[in-house]
């Protein structure tokens, strides 16, 4: 049996998603579909199977799609028979998740740091993990949790070869130096983000609204030598317009996708049991 955690993982699920503003002007970008699930269904499956099952969402712009998806979850994608008397439903084919989901409006507008400030009360454990509600890996989430309880740094976070277009790292012994924004994609490690924070972390957070945790928190924590770096040389890839989920969705149907580490087992329950309904005087009856 797997290894369960009990720390959380932050999922930002708030921003406008400007550049997919073909698939965003309906719903939230965490929930634009890879193989008919949000690739929000995509990264926590991938948490899940290495042990996180707790989950703190952070929600913005259509927060409320995010929160109609869970609350319908457990029938979501799945055969069911329902007795339109009683109401009474047995489930077939059952989603195997056992996730704890908090959900958190953190602000419309709110910038990434603002957004995991806010959730900072609901850490109750010394450590928390975070993530992008856009992106997915077969990185070893596992791995990571266990470099970062070694290291003993306030955080961590995870590099990963460039696709293009992201934070630029200087890393020295794992440790990373130097933490620059998008600079140039002509580098070596970028920012892939599935962080790992020691709760001590907030200290650094400014809570205002316009706070950016790759601008205003992560920089001051290299400066520290606070900030570490797990370094990923597998897949990676972030969702960022209609040509990445094309891409990420053409990998799902011809079952090549990197980051589907796990394996769905669903139980099946049979739909209705033996039992015998009269016809009426005749005596004679029906089996179902």
């Not at 470099?147 to 961590?156: D, I, N, V």
């Not at 770096?229 to 053409?250: I, P």
């Amino acid at each position: 049996m797997k290894k369960r955690y009990s720390e959380p993982v932050v999922i930002l699920a708030g921003g406008l998603g400007t550049r997919l503003r073909e698939e965003t002007q309906f719903r939230p970008k965490p929930m634009v579909p890879i193989g008919g699930k949000p690739i929000l269904w995509h990264i926590m499956k991938l948490y899940s199977y290495y042990g996180f099952y707790r989950f703190i969402i952070c929600l913005g712009y259509k927060g409320e799609m995010i929160k109609e998806y869970f609350l319908h979850y457990r029938l979501q994608g799945v055969d069911f028979t329902i007795n339109t008397k009683t109401g009474g439903i047995v489930e077939h084919l059952q989603n195997d998740e056992e996730w704890e989901v908090t959900l958190v409006n953190t602000g419309l507008s709110n910038q990434t740091g603002s957004r995991v400030f806010q959730i900072a009360p609901y850490i109750t454990t010394q450590n928390f993990l975070l993530t992008y509600g856009d992106g997915v890996s077969d990185v070893d989430v596992g791995k990571i949790f266990q470099f970062h309880r070694e290291h003993q740094k306030l955080a961590t976070l995870t590099s990963v070869h460039p696709v293009s277009r992201f934070g630029n790292l200087k890393i020295e012994e794992a440790e990373v130096r130097l933490f620059r924004e998008k600079k140039s994609s002509a580098v070596e490690w970028i920012n892939g983000g599935f962080f790992v924070f020691n709760k001590a972390v907030f200290n650094y957070f400014p809570s205002v609204p316009g706070a950016i945790l790759e601008q205003d928190v992560l920089p001051f924590l290299a400066e520290d030598n606070q900030l570490m770096a797990y370094k990923h040389e597998g897949f990676w890839y972030c969702m960022d317009t209609v040509r990445d989920q094309e891409h990420l969705e053409g990998l799902w149907e011809a079952g090549n996708a990197p980051w589907r580490v796990w394996q769905d087992e669903p139980e099946f329950t049979g739909a209705i049991k033996d039992q015998t309904v009269s016809l009426g005087k005749s005596g004679s009856s029906l089996s179902l």
